[in-house]
């Protein structure tokens, strides 16, 4: 199957995906509060910090396995290190419970217990969604995908009926996913032969170690940067400017989530299999950031001139200020709509100790912008501009990178 033609039949099955949720939030916000949806947005914030951290970023490294039964091996290595993972993170939140008692005021306990379960899920359907997208699997993607986000959707939908609380959209998140992990493992199912276990993850530990080494802590603090906003600002300005966020957030998003996953699902692909034939995917990168860039550059004049209008008659009222947020981080989400896909070139070509450097400062940036500025407006501005420079950085370093060693002249290290 071709490049574009993959990116499509990717393409429609995340369009379906990621439209379910955006036009669920039709519904949902007018059910929901916007202090209930801070509330769970800052659960689910940790969820996703949390599930970036039990994979070990060893679902990444299923792309670049052999095809066949060595990437099945890779998926049932890695779906066990997910378990593993998730019982030591569980042990650990009930000892901080025990020796701490309420040590985050900002989760009730209940969902504080939560997290834990609700990150094996999350982390158990990413690691799926990976196989399927390294095995060309697009169409079995898509189901998957479209599932999980028809399921979260329309439990929350359901619960919000009856009882619209924070607790009540993290129930139906987890069930959600829960359904969606059913539907992928009767699709694409790992069935592969292994003598030993402890064998199988020993050996891949060994063979894929500059995943958890390099790659889990540059993606652990793009994780935590990424949840920053919504916690520093629930934490300084109130749950009600949160859910606002967390709002604008999930709808500037939804574009990445859409053909920038989908993108990057056949990029990572096809981008590999040039590295390994040539050592360089220069005509593969070029070709998708020019569609990338000109996607984005489309949507951010039309977002500018509309955003608040569209959030007030999309969600009510009571949400338009979401709109005037989106436009204060405009352009960070421009930039990361085409950096988001052609970040694989740092795995690609084994530079995961520079973004790990890239990250730190990232992390230190949205630290210092968030927490310093005197009103929140003044902090996501000054959060977007940083932002916005990073990622112009990001854009030049994964260039270089698609070049090959032998073109790489500016960021061997």
Known sequence: MGYWRSVSVTLSGTIAAQAIPLL????????????????FAVWFGLVSMAAVIITGRFEVALAIEPDGEPRRKAALATLL??????VVFL??????????????PAVPPLMLASIAP?????????????????????????????????????????????????????????????????????RLPISTQCESYRVLLVDFWKRQKRFPMLSLPADAINATTAQLPLLIVASRF??????????????????????????????????????????????????????LAAASAVAAICLFFSSE????????????????????????????????PLSYLFYI????????????????????????GTTYSASLISYSAGYSLLYLIYLRMSYSFSLGEKNDRDYRL
């Open 238 to 291: 109130g749950a009600d400017i949160a859910g606002l966020l967390a709002l604008t957030l999930r709808t500037l998003n939804a574009p990445i989530a859409l053909m920038g996953k989908a993108v990057l699902d056949v990029f990572k692909r096809h981008a590999a299999a040039s590295w390994r034939d040539r050592a360089e995917c220069r005509d593969d990168y070029l070709q998708t950031f020019k569609v």
């Open 309 to 340: 209008t569209i959030f007030g008659l999309a969600f009510g009222e009571k949400w338009r200020k979401s709109g005037e947020m989106a436009v204060w981080l405009l352009p960070l989400f421009s930039l990361r709509f085409i950096a988001s």
């Open 118 to 186: 609700a990150a094996l899920f999350t982390a158990t359907a990413q690691t799926w969604q990976s196989l399927a997208a390294a095995e060309g699997r697009y169409f079995d993607l898509s189901v998957m995908r479209i599932t999980q986000a028809g399921s979260v959707t329309l439990l929350q939908m359901l619960v919000g009926i009856e009882a619209p609380s924070a607790a009540s959209l993290a129930s139906a998140y987890g069930a959600g996913v829960l359904l969606g992990i059913a539907v992928a493992a009767w």
């Open 349 to 372: 070509a084994g530079k995961q100790h520079l973004d790990l450097a890239w990250q730190v400062m990232l992390l230190l940036m949205t630290t210092a912008a968030l927490a310093l």
């Open 81 to 86: 290190t997910t378990l593993l993972a998730a």
């Open 24 to 39: 669920g939030s039709l519904i949902l916000m007018r059910q929901y509060s916007p202090a209930a949806f801070g509330e």
């Open 91 to 104: 042990l650990l939140i009930a000892i901080c419970a025990w020796v701490g008692g309420t040590w985050l």
